[in-house]
């Protein structure tokens, strides 16, 4: 298969541990941000989204967290399973960007049984 | 609900050679954007339409690349030349409105040798 991801950076969990992927961005005019969840040989795949009225937005296992004040996004992903096993990207835009995503580098979540 | 359509799944073709990628997004998705993912990395927008309207390609080496939505719906992307570089998944997104999720088709892995 193929060996997506070589230089991510990884975070490694125990099954039934809770996870916590963190991301930076840069752009202090972003409204809106998506994790998007990868696993290998397919596209990107929406898990969360939140928009920056917010700080806080919780979905099934799943809770992403803004801070705007130091631009920081987090996801937590509670009880991670081997199948959250995949890459994670932030991606994020704002209002006048029409909707054009700027991905994060992405980090590696590998999820021991 | 279908989702996005991308064809062919791979595609090796030799530098200077030509290559186009096709996608289908969502029924009523307005909003249509090719991405480029290296090995390693996010996804970088190359162009996203609007209908059948370019609404932004900065990101596109217009000296190689091309790309057109005629009618609004399908959309195809061209490189011509290739070089080794262009090696990655082109990936096909598409999403409804405005500051709404981007849903992904599952790529085309493309490459230059």
């Known amino acids: 298969g193929e060996s997506v991801g070589l230089h991510l950076p990884t975070l490694s969990v125990q099954e039934g541990d809770n996870s916590i992927i963190n991301c930076a961005y840069s752009n202090s005019a972003s409204d809106y941000f998506i994790w998007y969840k990868q696993e290998s040989g397919k596209g990107p795949q929406f898990i969360i989204d939140i928009r920056s009225n917010m700080d806080k937005r919780q979905g099934q296992r799943v809770t992403v967290l803004l801070n705007k004040t130091v631009k920081h996004l987090s996801l937590q992903i509670a009880a991670t399973q081997p199948g959250d096993s995949a890459v994670y990207f932030c991606a994020e835009t704002y209002n006048n960007a029409g909707n054009m995503l700027t991905f994060g580098g992405g980090t590696r979540l590998m999820v021991k049984p | 609900e279908a989702g996005v359509a991308q064809s062919p799944r791979y595609k090796i073709i030799e530098k200077r050679q030509s290559v186009a990628f096709w996608c289908n997004p969502i029924s009523g998705h307005a909003t249509l954007y090719w991405y480029q993912q290296i090995l390693g990395q996010g996804p970088k927008l190359l162009i996203q339409?609007?209908?059948?309207?370019?609404?932004?390609d900065s990101q596109l080496p217009k000296d190689r690349f091309s790309a057109e939505r005629l009618k609004g719906v399908d959309s195809t992307l061209k490189i011509q030349p290739a070089k080794l570089e262009d090696s990655a998944v082109y990936l096909c997104?598409?999403?409804?409105?405005?500051?709404?999720?981007?849903?992904f088709g599952q790529g085309t892995r493309l490459t230059v040798v």
């Open positions: 997104a598409s999403s409804l409105a405005w500051l709404t999720e981007a849903f």
């Open positions: 339409f609007q209908n059948n309207g370019v609404v932004d």
